[in-house]
């Protein structure tokens, strides 16, 4: 093996290893909001046998109208009805949060995709960091990634659009100019060659304030 493959080699186990870590912040920013969840869940529980022995039921009502709000507040969850789809959408989802920026995602996928897991994660997960990492150089209220996914015919379609700060990203060859440094760059050439391999089209666009990729990648 020559030194070039070693060089490549070495670069692709250390974005593996940032992936696998990134991975596991993920999930576990994802169980303590599960554990939160439960714990609030045993208190909404004692305060209503509370009101229940002192039979106010009006109080009851009102406690269940507050909570019927607030579970439409929180409720994160994105079903796509495709479990794997759903289970990177909701671990970026909710990194994004975290982080106090606004998702707002639309997504609707087949049980059956003709593209693997892995294939699947880098694309989805590359796609959220950039716009995570380009989001956290905002305010807070201007913090805004928007997620569209459909089929459209035979093709699987990937839209992905964030805000942000200053003018318009300046493009290099074929791709935008990357600010996270040597890794980030290295996740886009990963979208790429994945999404040239599966013979599919990619599109990034940056206008005044926001920036869009756009893929598609064929099914049959």
């Excluded at 995709?113 to 950039?130: M, Q, T």
Aim: hydrophobic residues 40%.
């Amino acid at each position: 093996m020559g030194f070039f493959s070693k060089k490549i080699d070495k670069k692709i186990a250390s974005y593996q290893k940032e992936l696998m870590e990134t991975h596991y912040r993920e999930v576990d920013n994802m169980y303590r909001q599960i554990r939160g969840w439960r714990h609030d869940y045993r208190n909404h529980i004692q305060t209503m046998k509370a009101y229940a022995a002192l039979e106010d039921w009006e109080a009851i009502k009102r406690y269940l109208d507050l909570l019927d709000d607030d579970l439409a507040t929180v409720d994160t969850a994105i079903k796509t009805g495709n479990p794997m789809t759903d289970a990177i959408l909701n671990s970026k989802i909710s990194l994004a949060r975290s982080k106090n920026i606004q998702v707002v995602a639309d997504a609707n996928i087949p049980l059956k995709l003709n593209l693997s897991e892995i294939d699947l994660c880098c694309i989805i997960g590359n796609l959220f960091d950039n716009a995570i990492e380009a989001s956290m150089k905002l305010p807070e209220d201007q913090r805004v990634i928007r997620v569209y996914m459909d089929m459209k015919n035979t093709q699987l379609y990937i839209s992905f659009t964030n805000f942000t700060a200053g003018k318009k990203m300046k493009k290099e060859g074929k791709r935008f100019r990357s600010t996270k440094g040597e890794g980030h760059g290295f996740g886009l050439v990963r979208i790429d060659a994945i999404v040239e391999r599966l013979d599919g089209y990619i599109s990034r666009n940056s206008e005044d304030g926001a920036f869009t990729t756009e893929i598609l990648l064929p099914q049959v």
